[in-house]
């Protein structure tokens, strides 16, 4: 899947000798969604989380997740980016909270969809 990095949030807490180091960025791709007997491409925002673990300016540990579709508004997608910031969310937890959330963001899609088809 190939998406690039719009936006990025830092987020660094110490933790006794260690420091953990997580980048929250907002990415963007593109997906085509069928609308009305045809597929219109719409641009598409998600949400990769890295961390690196860093003791004594080493690196001992990296992972991270992504949900690369997430909804066609960059702004509901950044505000949900912020917000997993603040609340220092692990890369390993992102796609359990994501789909938790699902029903809140699907219909983006279709709404987007209709919208371009609209302005056609």
Same mark, same amino acid.
Do not use: W
């Given at each position: 899947?190939?998406?690039?990095? *719009?936006?990025?949030?830092?987020?660094?807490?110490?933790?006794?000798?260690?420091?953990?180091?997580?980048?929250? $960025?907002?990415?963007?791709?593109? *997906?085509?969604?069928?609308?009305?007997?045809?597929?219109?491409?719409?641009?598409?925002?998600?949400?990769?989380?890295? !961390?690196?673990?860093?003791? /004594?300016?080493? *690196? /001992?540990? !990296?992972?991270?997740?992504?949900?690369?579709?997430?909804?066609? &508004?960059?702004?509901? *997608? /950044?505000?949900? $980016?912020?917000?997993?910031?603040? !609340?220092?969310?692990?890369?390993?937890?992102?796609?359990? =909270? =994501?789909?938790?959330? &699902?029903?809140?963001?699907?219909?983006? &899609?279709?709404? &987007?969809?209709?919208?371009?088809? =609209?302005?056609?």
């Amino acid at each position: 899947m190939h998406y690039k990095r *719009v936006s990025e949030y830092v987020s660094t807490i110490n933790y006794g000798d260690k420091m953990i180091v997580r980048k929250y $960025a907002v990415v963007k791709s593109e *997906v085509n969604v069928f609308n009305g007997g045809e597929n219109v491409e719409v641009p598409s925002f998600g949400i990769e989380i890295s !961390e690196q673990v860093i003791s /004594e300016n080493t *690196v /001992e540990e !990296e992972f991270g997740d992504a949900v690369v579709h997430v909804s066609p &508004y960059k702004d509901k *997608v /950044e505000a949900l $980016a912020k917000k997993f910031c603040s !609340e220092d969310l692990s890369p390993l937890h992102l796609s359990d =909270i =994501i789909d938790d959330m &699902y029903f809140d963001y699907i219909a983006d &899609y279709d709404e &987007y969809a209709k919208e371009c088809k =609209i302005a056609i």
